[in-house]
Every structure is written in C-alpha cells, then in structure tokens.
C-alpha cells in the first residue's frame, strides 16, 4: 500500500483561471518532474496552437500564464511522473470538447442565460418540507410522447406548452404541476460511456464520471462547443426554478469510469485512489474507489460541490454511494456548503458497493448518520418492510402479502428515530437518525425495480386493480411518514420497464435502450386515478406539519401508536399545531389484509382525507365510533 506525504496546497485558483487579459493554468503535480501546457484550437483533432512549459510553484503546483483573451481555447498537461509522460486533462476543468478529451477555457460570466443572475430560488426551510422527485435528463424527454423539441436534452426541460398524444401536459408543465418541491437529476456532469457525438447509440444513467466540473455534452445540442452545454444547463436550473422547483444533482465522487488511464491517475499517480497491501480496492464495486480521505481529494471533491451550488444555483447533492467516502470529509462537505448556502439540502446512500480498505468506522454509513448531522440518508429499512428486498423478486412486503412486518413498519414511520413504542430488539437494528430530516422514505429510484415492476414479480397473480390498491398503499405510507418522502419519476402512473419480446422487466437498466428507460408520457392519460392520489397526498402532506416534525422530541412526544389493532394492520395519532397553530389530531391506519376491517374509532368525530382511492388536505364526510377500512389501504382522519 502506498503511502503519501505530498505537500497540500489550500488556494482556490487551480485550474483555468479566466480573465480578459490573462488566464493562469495552475495544476497540482507534486511528484511530477515536469508539466506542459498544450493548447488546442478545438476540442478533438490534430489542432494545436502552442506548447509552454509550467513553472513548479507553491505546495506541489505547476502554473503558466498566459497573456492576451483565451475564451474557448482547449487545452490539456502533459506531465511526467517518474520519467513517463501522459497527455491528460485538468481536473478543475469547468470546460471540455467533445467526450471531455479536453479541457476549455471559459468566461463563466458570458454563459449565463438572461434573468440567471436575478434568479433566487431558496430551498422550503427544512427538508422535511421537501418531495423529491427522481429522474434522468434524457429519460423525462427522450420519448416522442414528451412533446418536446429537445428530445433528452438539458432544453427538453425548459420548454412550456408541452403535451402527450392526448393533449395533455408532459415534462416541465406536468412536474410543475404535480406538487413535487425538487427534481434530482441523475448525473449530469459529464461521463464516458455515452459517445456524444452519437447519442443514441448508448444509454447510460451516467454513474462513470470523467470530468466532475463539466455538464454532460450528450446532453446539450451541440457537445462541440464547451460552452453549449454549461449554458443551456443553466437554462434547466433556471427554467425549474422559475417553478417553484429545486434542483437536486446526483454526484459521483466514489469512484471514476476508468482508474489506471484516469486523468487522475496520470497526474499524480497512485494518490486518487484506495488501496492495500494487495493492490487497489474497489469499495464501489465499479473498479476502483477514490481516496476521499486524503487532503487534496477531499479538496477536489469539496471545491466542485461549491462550484456546481455557487455557478449553477444547485439547491442540494445526493451523493451515489455515500459509504465509500469518509465521514470528516462528508462533515466538511456539509460545512462549506452551509457557508455559502445555509439552505442547501445533503443526502445519500449509507452503503458502499463492495470491500473498502477504508476502516469501517470511517465510513459514511447509515449506521453513522449522528455523526454526519444535517446529512440525510436514504433509509432502505422502510423501503423493503413496505414492498420487500429489492435483491429478492418474491420477496413480500407489507403491501403485497408479507406478514408480521407492523413493528418494522413502525421502525420506517418514525423516520428511523427512537420511539419508546418500537421494539429495536425485535426488528434487529437500532434507530439510525439523529433527526426524522435524515431519513429519506422511499418505494422506488433508478435501482432495481421500479414499484410497479416490483409488485408484478412478487405479486404475478394479482390483478391490476389489486397491484394499483397496493401502490396507492406504498404512497400513502411513504407521504405520511416522518421524513422526507422521495419517488422516482413516473411511479405515479405505474412507470414500467418492460423488457423486449415480453421477457419480464428491466431490474437495473443502467445501460438500457431508450425503449425500456425513458418516461412514455401517454400513460398519463391512463391512469389519472393514480396521479390524482399522489397530487392528494402531496398537498396534504403540506398543509398539516404534523407529517413534517423536524426533532425527535417532538416525534415521540406527537405519535403514538395504537394497540388494539388486528394483524397486519398499523395505526397511530399525530398531534401538534396545524398550518394556523391552530392544534390538530390526525389519525392514520394503514391495512395490509386482503380483506377489510372494522376499526374502533377513537373518541369524538372525524372527516376522511385519504381513503382506499382518494386523497388530500381537505376533509370529506364526518364519521364517528367505528369505520370500515378497505383491503390494502390507508385511511387518514381528521379529528374536528
């Protein structure tokens, strides 16, 4: 295992520091016996303009300034480690040509769209206040039924007046209007493994970055020119923005697509990367992982956060494999960010991919989320109690005919804070979360399954009225349960990813045509039942704040659990102050039998929110002393 003492240089200029008169190149080498800077008058081809040897400098740098306007000048070092020399590109490039082989020279300043400067979006106050909404770039517009003119392009979220075959509202007009606070993109800097010159000839989510500072070119209409693709990604923030709508980037700083030929690897070779006695370690799973841990990795990954939220007004981070990096890094990530954007959203997954030379207590796992305060992390808990494992197709949920799973389903509703009425003991894991804020609920993202899928292949004799009872049940625990409620895009009206030829479904489509990932936005038309139910619940999740308790004091002391219900059934009361401070009761029952129930009421008179196919912040018809509650629903009650 190699071990380094390399000096660690703090400034904030490496890079391509651009300004009309001079732009200085500065890059970290400490090892290297020389760097050189190539200019290049475009982004691929046999084009170089001139050569200049950088000049070593403080703390491991090499820098050159070059004189005169250098705007849309690409360039590359070529530096030599151990008397091998390697062409690569810089890492805090903001700019690339086409496929990221080279880095640009850019003014920021002229790429912001009109109205991007005045533009002052902030998030709701706490997350908890927060719906997410998860989807692709290219899978919101890729399908001709989006209406759009830029098909899985940055654009394709911009443009208004957008409709499906029917005539009805698709892309940006529908997602405004669905109730969401974010969208979070799937990576959106850009990767290696689709051909930008080429789009549809590969489908990748994106999770094999290449360069982390620059927008991905297959996603802008021309990946040619650096500067397309910065701007018309500014032109998405803004456009969502002008929404009322958050942006939400899914980054990937635990691994990169290539390791040894890595731009990182031939700068300073060996540092970007764990290992141990036997080699390089993959604690992603993806080939190798990088060394969060050490000074100026973590800088890299720190400085481009702060990039991305300071130069395209991104409101939050959702970090792909979160346990791979360290916890102090993730503490210094969330302390720097909340320097300059104190609302700014944190989140992740608590798991890694693979064996870590990383020691485990320095992993930023779920189980050390009190650690990582402010950070949240996506609770896989009340994921696999409410549809089962997603690594087993018949594995049974709540929903979908699983049994003696009322005390793990208590464990997801707290928001994996302590509650005196859970049994830790029973459920064989102890609360995780410092906050209910931490916990981000969820039935389905990019990975495995989508829900609809889920519930066929665990469920392949249930009728689709039945499944559709089910899905409406995942949604209405996920929206009343303490926490942040998180769905990918297209769940609402039964998202699927059919495989060809009717060979079952798509389990993980990373690398997917079209056909199978991207949003058919006709089927909006066929299930307006469904997106009615979760507009429904959206809407009453933010009118009673009693769904969105910020502490766990206040959790404990406003939920309680009921005891006197039959099997499979959970039910609890919410107290607290209403949207007016005016002191509210809700009452929520959530029944997994196939068949109904009858419910002894508490005390005093009630009105409907949510029923077995409606939902929403206003009440309906008054009952009092005992109710019916349908198969496989939730039924959520006002007290008056």
């Known amino acids: 295992m190699q071990k380094f003492d390399y000096e660690v240089y703090t400034g904030n ?17 400490p090892e290297a016996e020389s760097v050189k800077l190539n200019l290049y008058k475009q982004g691929e081809g046999d084009n170089l303009i001139d050569q200049h040897i950088m000049k070593k400098s403080a703390n491991g740098t090499y820098v050159f300034e070059k004189q005169g306007d250098c705007n849309g000048i690409y360039y590359t070092y070529t530096v030599v ?105 799937l990576p959106a800097f850009d990767f290696e493994t689709v051909d930008e010159k080429n789009q549809k000839a590969q489908y990748n989510w994106g999770y094999d970055p290449d360069n982390y500072n620059v927008p991905e070119g297959s ?49 300073v070779p060996g540092y970007y990367y764990r290992s141990d006695e036997t080699g390089y370690t993959n604690g992603s799973g993806c080939g190798n992982e990088v060394a969060s841990d050490r000074p100026m990795v973590q800088k890299l990954i720190v400085d481009s956060l702060i990039y991305w939220a300071k130069e395209y007004h991104i409101d939050g981070f959702r970090f792909d494999l979160m346990g791979v990096l360290d916890i102090d890094t993730m503490n210094v990530i969330a302390e720097r960010l909340k320097e ?11 798991w890694n991919g693979g064996p870590s030379s990383l020691a485990e207590e320095k992993r930023a796992f779920k189980a050390s989320a009190k650690k990582m305060p402010g950070i949240g992390m996506f609770n896989d808990d009340i994921r696999d109690t409410i549809k089962g494992s997603v690594f087993y197709d018949d594995h049974l949920g709540f929903v979908n005919g699983g049994t003696h799973l009322e005390n793990a389903l208590r464990y997801g509703i707290t928001g994996a804070v302590a509650h005196p009425q859970v049994d830790y003991d029973a459920y064989g894991s102890r609360p995780w979360a410092k906050e209910p804020g931490q916990s981000i609920n969820y039935v389905s993202c990019h990975d495995n399954y989508t829900l609809w899928d889920k519930l066929s292949v665990s469920c392949p004799e249930a009728s689709e009225e039945k499944k559709k009872a089910m899905n409406r049940l995942c949604a209405a625990i996920v929206f009343t349960s303490q926490g942040v409620p998180f769905i990918q895009a297209g769940e609402e009206f039964l998202r699927s990813k059919p495989l060809p030829e009717k060979k079952g479904f798509a389990e993980n489509s990373y690398n997917m045509p079209d056909a199978v990932n991207s949003i058919k936005w006709d089927n909006i038309h066929e299930y ?23 502490s766990e004091a206040e959790m404990t002391q406003n939920l309680c659990f009921l005891s006197d219900t039959p099997e499979n059934v959970v039910a609890y009361l919410l107290k607290g102050k209403g949207a007016d401070d005016t002191p509210e009761n809700i009452l929520v029952i959530f029944n997994g039998n196939d068949e109904e129930i009858l419910y002894n009421l508490p005390e005093g008179k009630w009105k409907i929110l949510v029923d077995d196919k409606t939902a929403g912040a206003d009440g309906k018809k008054n009952i009092s002393e005992k109710t019916d509650v349908e198969p496989l629903s939730a039924l959520v009650l006002e007290k008056e």
């Open 528 to 550: 307006p039942d469904m997106i009615a139910y979760y507009k429904g619940l959206m809407a009453l999740r933010k009118a009673h704040p009693v769904f969105r308790m910020q």
């Open 81 to 185: 480690n151990h008397g091998e020399e390697q062409e690569a590109v810089d890492p805090y490039t903001k700019a690339a040509g086409v496929n990221g082989q080279r880095g640009m020279v850019i003014n920021l300043a002229k790429t912001n769209p009109q109205g991007f400067e005045m533009d002052g979006y902030r998030n709701p106050e706490h997350i908890t206040d927060a719906i997410i909404y998860e989807g692709s770039v290219r899978d919101f517009t890729m399908d001709e039924s989006s209406g759009v003119f830029h098909n899985g392009k940055f654009l394709g979220l911009t443009e208004a007046n957008t409709t499906n075959h029917f005539g009805e509202a698709t892309a940006l007009d529908y997602i405004s209007g669905l109730g969401v606070t974010h969208v979070q993109i």
């Open 13 to 29: 200029d490496l890079g391509a520091v651009y300004s009309p008169k001079m732009t200085r190149f500065k890059v970290w080498a």
């Open 340 to 350: 300059i954007r104190p609302d700014i959203y944190l989140y992740g997954e608590g």
């Open 219 to 267: 996603y802008a209409v021309s990946p040619y020119d650096g500067a397309v693709r910065i701007q018309e990604m500014k032109q998405m923030v803004l456009a969502l923005h002008s929404r009322g709508i958050g942006v939400i980037m899914d980054v990937v700083f635990n691994h990169t697509y290539r390791r040894d030929d890595s731009n990182l690897q031939k700068i």
